[in-house]
């Protein structure tokens, strides 16, 4: 069992979670995820690690609830206990000091790209930040960030906050201003990172996505989280899940994630949170 | 003795007249619609009635033919008497899963197929037999444990809990050694557990062979992927003195023809864990969804295409086919598998392959372009050549596909032990039947050195890697 150490709710529907778990704690590095269950019969999903911590043997993990099992996890406090969880899964990020890396979260992507930017502060790039939300009260991590980053930039769709627009604007803006930018990280809806990805096309800038398909078991044995790349079929699970952004197949992305649509309605109406699907 | 005194060729020559006796099943058009068990299993009179027809052979070839040599007429000849504990107990001697080896071994290709009965008439139903026992003793509530072994003092670590791991877990234990089971997914038991699907090994069961397992002093952690969690090097610097890899071979293969990704796509693997590892099937008590697919084809011949299929009509399709490259005879299905299947409506499109998919606005899957095959010459396999027949495209309407083409060894804990040999498709290398490993003190067997085979072969592997652990340990034990 997997002991819930602490909830907070980051935003309405946005919680960040420390859970007990030493052995992921050990060998977790930036990029990795995990899968947990919030029931015997529940299902299975995949959360990245945002942060871990050693000494206590815990993991955090930020979430949005988008659906039945995150909310039912938002509904967990601490002191209770899940009863799976898996990890650390997937391949860590690749960090050294690229120079200037411009780390893009949208969303909880940002709880995502956090540990990265952390992690590529501490080799000696400098980092870049560029984080997003549909609006203000989304807007999740804006300190931690700072803190990691020689430059934060915010932006807001409706421009309750910081700039008025999308990331990728932002993005573009800073590209335009002549800053020399060597890789950008970017995590977060998918059309925010196929957008990211167009942006940086053009100007041959390396750019790392990491994909957020469907999963079931998280190692290699089933192929629910296959993508394309590069036109090759790769596993999310064990072969990224960080890919180089300008190979990725993202309208096949779309669809795959679209495939449960109908039951996942379903299944948040009989959900026991009596939220119906909202 | 209940036969004392009767002339023992009279006696076989009366034995040989009676019937191999039927196990009741579900009748196929009430099971189509459900998940549960399809054969009822012996009653006693049955499982008598049988269990007499064994003529008791001095030098008995089915022994022989069993991988995890089970005293089959030992056995026998207590369902013969009714003692039906005491057959329980002499089949967990030598095999701790008899429930689900009753069940899920092909015993027309082993232990049956030497049977001397066979030769002239029918083959005594070892399989149904052994079922009977140990699902008496189940039921019964009187699973006897052994007495526990001396502790011997030295750690050994299995990683996967499939039937290979859980037969070296049980042998090992037995012998005094601390056995800990690491498995990835959450539930242990590996192919028995989220490939052989519920109508066919109810997961009651296997839950019931494993807490026997665990009742014998075997540890099992679940949730531990071993390459991530924890890599073989660190097991060692955690004490265990020798380490068992079976994970399997469980990576889907794809054929990779255009469109294979389009959604409501699915591998057998996916498939059948969503069914019932996960019990979509039952979603949403279950919070797993999967696809009702109306249309439903399956890709392949073996046992998995034909879990898959069942499955997929059990999920209420209206048409299920099974697509497949060669002819019936060519198939690796169990032909009981294939008969069952059959009986329940399954629709068999043979020497027929995929060539392309073909998908709707949505990117979901709306037909399969085909190609008409015939067969050639035979391949390095044995089996005739299926070879396409030119300009015969043909287009199969579905909304649902499961690519049950075989697996493929997962790269993970090769990838991350150094030092352990693999061959080209990635299969770990041993030497001879111990699975000696390249590395010393671990040693591999199943799937992961044979490629995808049987439940049975497996346990064997376990079998025998049990033996060859128990040897080096002694060894280093001494010095």
Known sequence: MYRIIEKTFLQEIVVKMVIEAPEIAKKRRAGQFVILMTEDTGERIPLTIVDSDVQKGTITIIFQIVGKTTADLAKMNAGDALPHVLGPLGHATEIEDFGTAVCVGGGVGVGVVYPIAAALKKTGCKVISIIGARTKDLLILEE????????????????????????????????????KIDRVFTIGPVPMMRVICNVTRPYGIKTIVSLNPIMVDGTGMCGACR???GGETRFTCVDGPEF?????????????LRMYCDQEKQSMESCRCGCHGK | MTHTGVNAMENKEKKVKVPRQKMPEQAPKDRVRNFDEVPFGYTEELAITEAKRCIQCKKPGCVAGCPVDVNIPGFIKKIAEGDFLGAARVLKETNSLPAVCGRVCPQEDQCEKVCILGKKGEAVAIGRLERFAADYERNAGKVSIPEPAPPRGQKVAIVGAGPSGLT??????????????????????????????????????VQAEVDYLKKLGVKIVVNALIGRYKTVDELFAEGYEAIYLAVGAGAPVFMNVPGENLSGIYSANEYLTRSNLMKAYRFPEYATPIVRG??????????????????????GAENAYIIYRRTEVEMPARIEEVHHAKEEGVQFKLLTNPVEYIGNEQG??????????????PDSSGRRRPIPVKGSEFLIDVDTVVVAVGTNANPIVPATTP?????KWGYIVTKGESGETSRCGVYAGGDIVT????????MGAGRKAAKAIHEYLCGKKKK
């Open chain 2, 364 to 377: 979901w899957v709306k037909a399969i372009k085909c190609q008409r095959m015939e067969l050639g010459e």
């Open chain 2, 168 to 205: 070296i877990a049980s042998d090992l234990v037995k012998l005094g050694y601390e056995v800990t089971i690491f498995e990835a997914l959450h539930k242990a038991g590996g192919v028995l557990v989220y490939g052989i699907p519920e109508f066919r090994l109810p997961k009651a069961i």
């Open chain 1, 144 to 179: 931690e960030m700072k803190k990691v980053s020689d430059q934060l930039l915010v932006a807001t769709d409706d421009g309750s906050y910081g700039f008025h627009g999308f990331v990728s604007a932002v993005l573009q803006n800073l590209i335009d201003s002549g800053e």
């Open chain 2, 451 to 458: 490629g995808a085979a049987t439940v049975i072969l497996a």
């Open chain 2, 419 to 423: 030092g352990l040999e693999v061959n």
């Open chain 2, 294 to 315: 109306r249309n439903v084809a399956v890709i392949g011949g073996g046992n998995v295409a034909m879990d898959s299929v069942r499955t997929a009509l059990r999920l």
């Open chain 1, 227 to 229: 993508v394309s790349v």
């Open chain 1, 244 to 256: 180089d952004g300008h190979q990725v197949d993202f309208g096949l992305l779309t669809s795959r």
